[in-house]
């Protein structure tokens, strides 16, 4: 999310420094989560609202930035993204990772 002090400063740049497609492409990447913290994001929706769930995605981030992910991983983060229930849209998706199903779908456990 995007700060009211950013809002106020992008119509300047825009009509200084940027073309307003380039600042459309800035704002869209800034919003985007790889398709590893994406997968991770649908785990962490499984754990209790508040600190517990902030702590899962603060870990993910985390762990994605320092794991240095390489396209081969991001790929298979991808793959795992269509077998991985979204609990955001699914709300039998945490009972069903639970299950050897879900932990192999959501990437938690070996097939």
């Known amino acids: ?27 869209a990447a800034a919003g985007c989560a790889t398709p590893c913290e994406e997968l991770g994001r649908r785990v962490c929706a499984c754990q209790a609202t508040g600190a517990a769930r902030d702590a899962c995605n603060r870990a993910v981030r985390s762990a994605v930035q320092s794991a240095q992910t390489t396209e081969e991983q991001q790929d ?21 990772m639970k299950t050897a199903e879900g932990k192999q779908g959501c990437g938690l456990a070996y097939p």
């Open 1 to 27: 999310m995007i700060s009211t002090r950013a809002w106020a400063i992008l119509p300047r740049l825009v009509t200084r420094t940027l073309s307003p497609a380039i600042l459309a492409l800035a704002l």
């Open 76 to 96: 298979l983060c991808d793959a795992l993204l269509a077998t991985c229930r979204n609990p955001d849209h699914d709300p039998t998706a945490c009972d069903w």
